[in-house]
């Protein structure tokens, strides 16, 4: 579609402006990705999913690492391929080696092909579980 | 389907019940789930998925933990309702805590509604993923 | 939904009962299943589908048996319940054996696990593929 | 897959130009897209699926552009690129606003997270929507 | 899993207490749905995704009906169950009809089946569409 | 990425040119995809994987043919791309024929519309089916 297009910092509006220098201070970078750039066509948008992506993203419970590596096994379930090349780089910057890389897709193979085995075969659910 | 049912140890042949005993003993477990009763209709896939799983889940760069996040992630993402049970159980057995399944879950369904952006926007792929 | 509800044959309009009968006779059966009793609120949609359904599901290049194979595989795939649970009864109506199913089911999860190695890994298609 | 290509009006057989000239004649457009010519390669799939298709987005209780803003937003879930692509352009033709299109991946973003929560956390159906 | 469970009103933190409130009285309903009761449990998940929720179904350049018709259409193709139902609920309430429900899930049961087709041919993008 | 790489029969290790090796001589091959070249990059992953397709793939109460009709829809379905690619490729050389494969997606996407009418509607498995 011609019409859509990232939206450059340079031409960006004030509110748009201002988003993009939050997600660049977080993150430490001198320019936001295509996603960012994309999706701010649509302000609203923009602005609620990074107040989401910044608070979710966070450290807590889990650590960045462990939330970009589930990341990743989502993105690679929904074959969404911009998000799988920016979520592995993102995974790497947070200290994802090549053998964590490795394990992580076996685990996401192996994730796929047991729940399509409990589908067909229409396992129930054990009394424990519930 | 009637001709769907658990194979009771009781009633398992010699090579599905030597499945059942390393499942119950890797486990520490006294009897297998009903996924692994339901699979050992065929006895092939039983072995195969068994010997896969114990090699895949094993510790290794990845720990027990964040593996069992990760197969909890796909689950969900898979909406597989028998696979989303069990391996919350055995997340929980593996150390998960309520906040730790809080976070994982506000990050897996992130993920799946930004997957949706950069499709629906159709964001190439920075260069700097290539 | 209190709305929803299936249409049996007695309260149905002429044209739905006329689908009705079309599929008791091609299938050779007493009663039509409850997909078709619930599509039937739509009268449009109950005869577009079973016309296109009748079609494909013909005898043809493929045989009745490996289609229904086909049906069960999207289904495991799309994690439907209904859809197993129906299309495997069909499977085993147009022949398919207990050692079938087995293997059905095993190319199924590893198709699924072979999907998710090959996005996560981001392999391009090889030019012999082109 | 080299045996893979688009069948061009001019070496179309008098079935497929018949549908060519049906779907140029409702759409009032000088050739038809890409999807067509391809799945031309099975005449009894391209005469079917523009039969079912024609009747389906045809006005009705809900206006072509609603029908068109659907399915966008079930390409957008299913993350089949073409079908994004070319549903967007006819959701555009249809008169759907840049304000619009924005609004339609917010819904489609936020159903796919909530989906997912509603998953993980196992909520079970309230009694008033059974 | 015994450890999931609803948070009623009357066991909730006052933080949780608040969500509640404010969902009853923008609905103008007696209780929340089970949905929200279920990712009470992580108040901040339940806070955010309330928060975006009533902005992105707020009337807009699409209207709540079309919103709420474009959240089935997503729940239907995700195949979750809990969604489809209290969203086919809420979209009645939102005024959809009987003969619109019908229209709705033969667009989004067309899009599913041209989405495939689309996959299956390969059918590159025509140049249209870029 | 650019630490994704395919993994040379020239450059790899003994285990990795010994799996290699099995699969040319078992498909009678010259050099193997780049499929196996991607996941050659966690040697477990590529030996697991091989051996499980190996045995899964072979003729059993399927015939190969069968089983890469199979493979090709769980893989349109899914929407994976390159597995499209090799797959239709594998199931031409196993036999497929132009008829055969226009045959296969009429089913896979009947099967995907009608699964979510399935689910669309909220069909009740019938009692014959359990």
Redesign the interface.
Known sequence: ????KAVEYSAASPEVKAVYDDIRQTRQVDDV???WK??A??P??LA??WD??K???AP???DPL??E?????????????????????AA?RAGM??????????????????????????????P???
Chains 1, 2, 3, 4, 5, 6 share one sequence.
Not at 1 to 4: A, D, N, V, Y
Not at 76 to 87: E, I, L
Not at 113 to 124: H, I, S
């Open positions: 579609m011609s019409q859509l990705n295509n996603f994309y999706i066509q649509h609203p948008t609620r999913t989401s992506l608070d979710v993203m807590g419970a889990l462990v939330k590596l589930l990341y990743v096994a989502v993105s690679v379930t929904n074959n969404c391929g911009y998000c799988v090349a920016s979520h592995t780089a790497r080696t090549d053998e964590m890389f490795g394990e992580l897709l076996a685990v996401v193979g192996m994730a796929n092909e047991t729940n399509r085995l409990a589908v067909g075969y229409r396992v129930p659910i054990d424990a579980f519930e």
